[in-house]
T-cell receptor, first 114, second 112 residues
């Protein structure tokens, strides 16, 4: 079982909706990540938080808004999404942002935008 | 040229076969290397880290060739349950932090 928990597992939303994806880990990791994965493609990095501060934003459109309320939680706020944003959204964590160790993934939130 | 490249496959092999995947990377400053396995509609899970001296875990052997900048994964005695996509992940650290770069994945299908 993964030690990174993501909710919801599935989400269907309209283009005018506002929703949020949530991620939680209690491994004491201080780097947390959002990835987007389309079918038959590798995960694409969206954001990196290091010690609760945004350290990397891979030119993600502003309709995706990340938030890190504390060291255990990571949110991704969604607003005015497009159908092409439908994908599996994966949260992950590592011990520190300068760690070269393993990346721990959550099970993902599968998003469908109608 | 992509930073991390893999043959997408699919590799179709019979049960019991030995199969090998390669992955090449372009950043010579890369520091650590991993093979992840991803089942359909699931999250990637670490299969094994790849060490300079090579390492083995049961039927799986991983090797690293820094001079030629590639890593490999060998699966012996393939099982039906080995069917999955295998992602090569290369890690380097720069001023922006921990950069994990994924290869495109290699799909393996083991058939009875």
């Amino acid at each position: 079982d993964t030690e990174v928990t993501q909710t919801p597992k599935h989400l269907v939303m309209g283009m005018t909706n506002k929703k949020s994806l949530k991620c939680e880990q209690h491994m004491g990791h201080r780097a947390m990540y959002w990835y987007k994965q389309k079918a038959k493609k590798p995960p694409e990095l969206m954001f990196v938080y290091s010690y609760e501060k945004l350290s990397i934003n891979e030119s993600v459109p502003s309709r995706f808004s990340p938030e890190c309320p504390n060291s255990s939680l990571l949110n991704l706020h969604l607003h005015a999404l497009q159908p092409e944003d439908s994908a599996l959204y994966l949260c992950a964590s590592t011990l520190r942002s300068d760690s070269t160790g393993e990346l721990f993934f959550g099970e993902g939130s599968r998003l469908t935008v109608l | 040229r992509k930073e991390v490249e893999q043959d997408p496959g699919p590799f179709n092999v019979p049960e019991g076969a030995t199969v090998a995947f390669n992955c090449t990377y372009s950043n010579s400053a890369s520091q650590s290397f991993f093979w992840y396995r991803q089942d359909c509609r699931k999250e990637p899970k670490l299969l094994m880290s790849v060490y300079s001296s090579g390492n083995e875990d049961g039927r799986f052997t991983a090797q690293l060739n820094r001079a030629s900048q590639y890593i490999s994964l060998l699966i012996r005695d393939s099982k039906l349950s080995d069917s999955a996509t295998y992602l090569c992940v290369v890690n380097s650290v720069n001023n922006a932090g921990n950069m994990l770069t994924f290869g495109g994945g290699t799909r393996l299908m083991v058939k009875p």
